[in-house]
């Protein structure tokens, strides 16, 4: 099973900018499809954006689309979010997933722990 390690959450006032990073094991180093999803309080839990990091297929879900951009460093494993723009509806707990059959999909095996990031308006 791949395990990850969360980390760079924090809070930002509106307009700022935050890079939440991922770090991977335990996967041999093949390709497989990796995820930041996020969890707002009362609601439930949405897709961020995916990458496959032997392909390099990226995914955007709607909220991140022209904001975040999401990349993998194939030589120390982590998976990257850099969030631009960012906006008070953006605050929630951010979860980094791997492995999973689609990357755009929702199935993943694996899940960190989650970061927070606090958008103040």
């Known amino acids: 099973q791949v395990q990850l390690v969360e980390s760079g959450g924090g809070s930002v006032q509106a307009g700022g900018s935050l890079r939440l990073s991922c770090r991977a094991s335990?996967?041999?180093?093949?390709?497989?499809?990796m995820a930041w999803f996020r969890q707002a309080p009362g609601k439930e839990r949405e897709g961020v954006a995916a990458?496959?990091?032997?392909?390099?297929?990226?995914y955007y879900h709607d909220s991140a689309k022209g904001r975040f951009t999401i990349s993998h460093d194939n030589f120390n494993n982590v998976m990257r979010l850099q969030m631009n723009s960012l906006k008070p509806e953006d605050t929630a707990v951010y979860f980094c997933a791997a492995d999973a059959p689609t990357c755009a999909g929702l199935n993943y095996r694996s899940w960190g722990q989650g970061v927070q990031v606090t958008v103040s308006a």
């Open positions: 990458i496959g990091t032997g392909s390099g297929y990226t």
């Open positions: 335990g996967f041999g180093g093949r390709g497989i499809c």
